[in-house]
């Protein structure tokens, strides 16, 4: 397999996707991002490969209609620091993945503009890297050694900062946001994030390949099956294994409630930040509904740790799937009817209609994914793009919307819920019977692998490298990529010329990860 115009033979890589991989030049890094760009492919992640080997290499993921493509690039060393070229300015969403990979890792874009630290807010030196080396005990640094952020300023008559977080007055996540404005009308904004940084693509190496898909599964708690999912298919991918069909079924079972569990809470967070406090009482109801019965029949209110390498932790029985199937009977009638409230009501619909509008244009220049992606005309769906496993034989039907605003990005919301559900019965009807598991025998040799999922918010990406050994593989590289990496810079566009009172609204109707791209 080629990427369209792009002189260079990929090897595939064992996985119910089609992904592959190759190790290219200086030249061909920039020639391959080009050509993506052309092809009208997408950057996928980007970010640096295991430092133990020599040389390092810098990694990047494309997406084509083909499939996914990784490319190694191995580094070059200038005045003591590792490079390689930039690829900002063919794929502008590189910008904050090559910020974190030179935080972690050490490693310098060449012709990069911007080369603040992402990651590293002064909490270990500037001179340290924590992929590079271990950790240990970091010295503790002075208040006054703290690294004061440049963020960019916006000067003019009338024009004063606003400074949000990153303690915000609800229970959610950190996350600092410095908005320029013009009375109430938002000129610019800036975010600052990396407050939830943890060291878990260290700790990934620390841990057995067999064990580690609990860690992947918590990076982002709302995505534990997703991230679960795509690592475990990361390492069945480097370990040629090959699951049974009924767990592959049952982890799109899990997913597709995963999907459900989240959309149910933003339809209504959205409602109530639009002054709709009925919304959040239904939805919420709905939601907590949807989770206990999770909890009934797969033991976790989210379903963590239900999907383990080689398939899934249990199986479900006859009366545990007519429950399922009760469920999604009454659930469906519910958000049917509060589909049409929502349509109905002039107040809601007035807060949501051209608000936060991102244009299809700009979502495509700027890499806008998953979710937000197809409110504005971004027509991917791995799971109708490239469908495994059970979604081959389910004929996904994508949701899609072409306004961009925040009625679009809920329109696909309480699209996605119906066709969930129309799947979720679909898999408890026609699941094959058999096994739910199998083994998985870690090589001695060396070896790569990857998993790809689309998760509720986008698609979630996983490169694994394990390290041969003669007695236990082990991981030398995990990298875990999360669709909100190319997602948050969109936001800032999406509130310019917005006012600031409703840049609540606008952020939960991206509903973006902070943990899951801090790490």
């Not at 020599?54 to 996914?68: E, F, I, S």
């Not at 009338?158 to 915000?168: F, K, M, S, Y």
């Not at 504005?376 to 004929?395: A, E, G, K």
Request: aromatic fraction near 8%; include cysteine.
């Amino acid at each position: 397999m080629q990427i369209p115009g792009l002189d260079l033979e990929f090897d595939a890589l064992p996985a119910p996707v089609p992904i592959w991989h190759a190790q290219v030049s200086f030249a061909q890094w920039q020639s391959a991002a080009t050509a993506v760009r052309d092809a009208g492919g997408r950057l996928l992640a980007v970010w640096a490969g295991s430092m133990a080997q020599k040389p390092p290499c810098m990694c990047a993921a494309y997406v084509t209609l083909d499939g996914a493509f990784w490319l190694s690039l191995p580094l070059n060393q200038q005045e003591g620091r590792w490079v390689y070229p930039d690829l900002a300015a063919v794929f502008p969403d590189a910008v904050r993945m090559q910020r974190a990979a030179a935080d972690l890792s050490g490693v310098s874009a060449l012709g990069a503009h911007d080369m603040r630290a992402w990651l590293n807010h002064g909490a270990w030196p500037q001179d340290h890297f924590p992929l590079q080396q271990d950790p240990g005990q970091l010295p503790l640094l002075a208040a006054t050694e703290l690294v004061n952020y440049p963020f960019v300023r916006v000067e003019g008559d009338g024009v004063h900062e606003i400074a949000v977080g990153p303690v915000h007055a609800g229970i959610i996540e950190p996350g600092h946001f410095r908005f320029s404005a013009v009375g109430e009308k938002v000129l610019r904004l800036e975010q600052r994030l990396g407050y939830t940084h943890k060291g878990i693509e260290h700790r990934m190496t620390q841990l057995a390949p067999l064990d580690a898909c609990r860690l992947a599964g918590r990076v982002s708690g709302d995505t534990t099956v997703g991230y679960a999912w795509a690592y475990c298919m990361a390492l069945e991918s480097a370990t040629q294994t090959t699951v049974p069909e009924r767990a592959a079924w049952l982890r799109a079972l899990m997913l597709e409630r995963e999907r459900i569990a989240n959309h149910l809470g933003d339809l209504g967070a959205l409602g109530n930040d639009a002054a709709f406090a009925f919304g959040l009482a239904q939805f919420s109801r709905l939601r907590e509904d949807w989770l206990r019965v999770s909890k009934q029949v797969f033991g976790h209110r989210l379903m963590m740790d239900c999907i383990v390498p080689g398939g899934v932790q249990s199986d479900i029985d006859v009366a545990q799937r007519e429950l399922l199937l009760q469920q999604c009977e009454a659930v469906e009638k519910d958000v049917r009817s509060l589909f049409n409230i929502y349509e109905a009501h002039a107040g809601l619909q007035d807060r949501f209609m051209t608000t936060g509008r991102v244009l299809p244009a700009l979502a495509a220049s700027l890499g806008l994914t998953g979710l937000a992606g197809r409110a504005s005309s971004q027509s991917w769906d791995l799971r109708c793009d490239q469908p495994w496993l059970p979604y081959s034989v389910m004929q996904v039907a994508m949701a899609t919307q072409h306004n961009g605003d925040v009625a679009a990005r809920v329109a696909v919301r309480f699209d996605e819920v119906f066709e969930s559900l129309r799947l979720i019965r679909r898999i408890l009807v026609e699941m094959p019977l058999g096994d739910v598991a199998c083994p998985v025998q870690l090589p001695p040799q060396a070896s790569c692998g990857a998993g790809w999922v689309e998760g509720w918010r986008g698609e979630l990406f996983v490169a694994l490298e394990l390290a041969g050994s003669d007695q236990m593989s082990r991981i030398r590289r995990c990298h875990l990529h999360d669709p909100s990496w190319q997602n948050w810079p969109v936001l800032e566009h999406a509130i310019m010329g917005n006012i600031v009172p409703d840049f609540p609204l606008i952020n939960k109707s991206f509903n973006l990860s902070y943990s899951g791209q801090d790490l």
